[in-house]
């Protein structure tokens, strides 16, 4: 079986975002970028799956600017075998994203398309599930634990109220939480041999999808700041003050 | 045009995030949106649909009573309304598993590029939403012909029961796919109250050393009758389950009174618990970044204050 997994390449997960001052977004110039963590985990959970020969072929796709080229190169050194790159200047929205991915798929013929549940930038939590519409699949979203039997995908799912199972028909859209495993460092010799695997590049004109955003931006903002409030000495104290001053008890 | 809700429920009864999401189409709809119908779909659901036709505003219910939506599957769920669509110029879902997992599905389906856990509504077609894990908003203008929008529960206030009941029809149900099949769940069952609707969380992080150690929680949290809730470093620790934690990708909550136990506040964390009313911070490093948020902090080991807490509010209740 051939796994797709979708990575982005976002702002690295330890960096602070400021928000610029004009409103129009948050200051990326200059700032560490990285791989999605959860997309990180989805290649990992795809690589594993080419260990235990689940998988034969595991196959990138980013959409981006040149740069994401580093985030395939990131996860071809996790393992991968290799790597699309859709390359674009445009903004992307999910809705988007998850067209050119079943352009993709429908190149690729996957019998699974791996991604991460959301990224960290936006925070949508949407393309998985778009993308599974968009191709008639079943969808396994916010996975813990996914078990391949013949056709079937069994998902174990991270719901609110605890886990839930679920039985897919291959071929299925299959989406990462954080509990589904920890992703590897890359090692040395795994970076040097990630640079012979091949990147290719297509772009959204090739894949005959219309990417033009629907969403306008009309601005961005800090949220309402909090203050930080008192230190107190004793557990006396803070009961004293949740009952009188600040009435919650 | 109309707004319509596609309400997650327990069958028996709405579940609260879905009263937020009403109270959210009730203000589009004022807002130029319309009338304001909510679909209930599941399995011996006749409850919940009662129960949404009783609340104040609600101009129409739809319930659609079949097996096939007992277990909240995204691809029944969005093949039972796509074929509603056209009618309707918002459709909305609590921004909860259950929505996260099934509007998209549904917006893909649609052409409409949704617009997720929005926080405020400015006009029918505009929006705030937290992006970076709540360190930035994002005003957000939709001009697609069906906005399909998850709602942040925290951020709207429980509709009410109130006026005229509103009418429930027969939604009839739409053809399986059969792609997808439910094996079974393991809801953890507890009698505290449910983390995003209690009124006090008490939340454990990887300060608490152990999953035992939740205990201490767990008899403060029963005095208060407050929610237990966890970091994500304690979930991945496996001190207690996923659906404990609180955060950007675990739950959101906005209770009266938070207190965050051997919490650090890595962003991620805050995330999920900056908009409660009153933040109590216990933690043995006077850096740790959640004192920047709280309203109280004590500085020391939990396990000496814990024990202490617990005593003093005996002694209030007494008192």
């Known amino acids: 079986m051939k796994i797709l997994v979708a990575v982005k390449r976002v702002i690295d997960a330890n960096i602070k975002v400021r928000v610029r001052h004009d409103g129009s977004g948050v200051e990326t110039a200059n700032v560490k970028m ?36 580093e985030t395939l190169r990131t996860g071809l050194a996790m393992g991968a075998d290799r790597a699309i790159h859709i390359v674009t200047e445009e903004t992307l929205e999910p809705l988007a994203v998850a067209k050119l991915l079943a352009a993709v798929a429908a190149r690729e013929d996957p019998g699974m398309i791996l991604l991460g549940k959301q990224a960290i930038d936006d ?14 699949w079943s969808q396994g979203t916010f996975a813990s634990k996914i078990t391949i039997d013949g056709d079937t995908i069994t998902v174990t799912r991270e719901v609110d109220d605890g886990l839930e199972t679920v039985a897919l028909t291959r071929p299925a859209v299959v989406t990462t939480d954080l509990r589904l495993n920890e992703p590897r460092y ?11 695997k091949s990147i290719d590049p297509l772009t959204p004109d090739e894949l005959g999808v219309d990417i033009t955003p629907r969403l306008e931006v009309l601005r961005v903002t800090d949220p309402p700041a909090r203050e930080a409030g008192i230190k107190l000495d004793t557990a006396a104290e803070l009961v004293d003050k949740l009952v009188n001053e600040a009435g919650v008890l | 045009m109309a707004v319509l ?41 006749r409850a919940a649909a009662d129960e949404a036709a009783a609340l104040d505003g609600v101009a129409k219910v739809l319930i659609s009573d079949h097996g096939m939506y007992e277990n909240a599957s995204a691809e029944a769920l969005a093949a039972l309304i796509e074929p509603l669509a056209v009618d309707y110029g918002h459709i909305l879902y609590p921004a909860t598993t259950y929505g996260k997992n099934a509007a998209p599905r549904l917006a893909a389906l649609v052409d409409s590029q949704q617009v997720s856990d929005i926080q405020a509504v400015i006009d029918a077609e505009t929006f705030v939403r937290p992006i970076y894990a709540g360190n930035a908003l994002a005003t957000v203008r939709s001009k697609d012909a069906v906005k399909v929008i998850t709602v942040r529960a925290t951020a709207f206030e429980k509709a009410a029961p109130g006026g005229t009941p509103a009418r429930v029809e027969d939604l009839a149900p739409a053809a399986a796919d059969g792609l997808s099949r439910f094996v079974g769940a393991e809801h953890s069952a507890s009698a505290r109250p449910e983390l995003t609707s209690a009124r006090v969380v008490i939340s454990g992080g ?19 009758g407050a929610a ?19 955060g950007q990708t675990g739950k959101i909550v906005a209770p009266e009174l938070y207190i965050a136990v051997g919490i650090s506040g890595a ?48 002694a209030a209740k007494q008192g």
Do not use: W
């Open chain 1, 34 to 69: 990285a791989m999605n963590p959860f997309c990180e985990i989805a290649v990992e959970e795809a690589v594993r799956m080419a260990e235990e020969g689940i998988a034969d072929e595991v196959v990138l796709v980013s959409a981006g600017p040149g740069p994401a080229k």
């Open chain 2, 206 to 224: 990887r300060g608490m050393q152990s999953g035992d150690n939740f205990a201490l929680l767990e008899e403060i949290a029963d005095q208060l």
């Open chain 2, 267 to 314: 962003i991620q964390h805050l995330a999920g618990m900056k908009d409660s009313k009153v933040i109590v911070a216990i933690n043995k490093d006077e850096d740790a970044p959640i004192f920047q948020v709280a309203d109280y902090g004590i500085v020391g080991d939990l396990f000496e204050v814990l024990p202490q807490l617990k005593a003093a509010l005996a």
């Open chain 1, 186 to 196: 890359a090692t040395l010799p795994n970076i040097m041999k990630a640079k012979k």
């Open chain 2, 228 to 246: 237990v809730g966890a970091s994500r470093a304690a979930v991945d620790a496996g001190f207690v389950p996923n659906d404990f934690q609180v």
């Open chain 2, 5 to 45: 809700v596609i309400a997650q429920h327990a069958n028996a009864a709405l579940a609260p995030a879905s009263l937020a999401t009403i109270t959210c189409a009730l203000e589009i709809g004022a807002k130029g949106g319309g009338e304001v119908t909510v679909v209930v779909a599941g399995r011996d659901c």
């Open chain 1, 123 to 136: 925070d949508c939590n949407q393309t998985g599930q778009m993308l599974a519409a968009l191709l008639g």
